[in-house]
């Protein structure tokens, strides 16, 4: 899982790789806001699913568009992995600058930042084979990283929103990016979005 969870990710910043940028950026300067949208939209989700189809339902001009349910939600799945990706980016970033890595390949950034998310859910795994006592200390630390993977995936969902799935820095914005700028508090380097307001 970690292995197909690692090239999904390179493979989605191959495809995406200025809207990552962007999220990751977004990641980088609000993560607590994006982890607040990215919670809020998870809570509203259902309810406005089951809202959306009841009104295509009994509209005579929203029965075909039934048909496009689930294609959007087949592209709300791919956002939500290029969300992800974004945060693995910046962590995996965050990761090389912190220990002084030099590789300057972001896709070698994206499948670190994976790894990481992913690192206690592998422990978790492993102690979990040989059973015994371990098993106590691999459903704790499967519960951790549980955590840690739904944090990454909300954040990254908040990220995605934040920025209009990629298209902004921020949901405001209505220019282009400029040139690049220093890397944000020693992360990174991400480009510099238009000033706010």
Known sequence: WVIVLGALSALMYLLARR????MAYRVATSPWKAALVGLTAQILFFPVLVLTVILLAVSIIGIPLLLAVPFALVALVIGALVGFTAVARHIGGSAETRFGWQHDNP?????????LIMLVSFFA??????GGPLKVFAIILGILGFIIQYVAW???FGAL???RSGTRYYWGESTGPAPTPPPPTGGPEYPTPPTEG
């Not at 809207?19 to 962007?22: F, I, L, M, Q």
């Not at 896709?107 to 790894?115: E, F, K, M, P, R």
């Not at 795994?125 to 040989?130: K, Y």
């Open 107 to 115: 896709y070698l950034a994206v499948v670190i930042g994976v790894g």
């Open 19 to 22: 809207p990552v940028e962007r």
């Open 154 to 156: 909300t954040v990254g």
């Open 125 to 130: 795994s492993v102690l979990g084979i040989p």
């Open 161 to 163: 929103l934040l920025t």
